[in-house]
């Protein structure tokens, strides 16, 4: 809902619905400025692959539960656990995954700012 002093509500039936690797994403706000969405992971899953967004951080919050990042592959590989009420900024270009190693859901917060992202945060198709 646009409001004309300035602000805009969007809620969660609004929302762009679509699901990465296990991760189920709710898009509420891409502008040129900065992508807004929240995630849910069950135990055991993991996201899709994000190869991190060129000109633009990312900052993740986990609201609930427990997360686990990897960046990087192979030998270069990094693991890092965010617990409820961590967050994290990964830097531009900055290649990772997101894993649900906890027993329950997970959920998290995802601002991309400017909003430089892959493909799939401005194409993708409502599920």
């Not at 690797?21 to 849910?40: C, H, N, P």
């Not at 951080?57 to 965010?82: M, T």
């Not at 617990?83 to 990772?96: L, N, T, Y």
Request: net charge negative; hydrophobic share 35%.
């Amino acid at each position: 809902m646009d409001n004309s002093n300035g602000y805009e509500i969007r809620r969660r039936q609004d929302t762009k619905v679509f699901i990465d690797g296990g991760e189920m994403v709710l898009r509420y706000f891409t502008t040129d400025k900065i992508l807004f969405s929240a995630s849910t992971l069950a135990p055991g899953q993991s996201s899709g692959w994000d190869p991190g967004h060129a000109g633009a951080h990312e900052i993740g919050y986990c609201a609930e539960g427990q997360i686990v990042l990897q960046f990087g592959e192979g030998a270069e590989r990094e693991f890092v656990q965010l617990d409820a009420g961590d967050a994290v900024k990964i830097d531009e270009g900055v290649p990772h995954l997101v894993f649900n190693p906890g027993p329950d859901q997970a959920r998290m917060t995802w601002s991309i700012a400017p909003s430089l992202g892959r493909p799939q945060f401005a194409d993708v198709e409502e599920a």
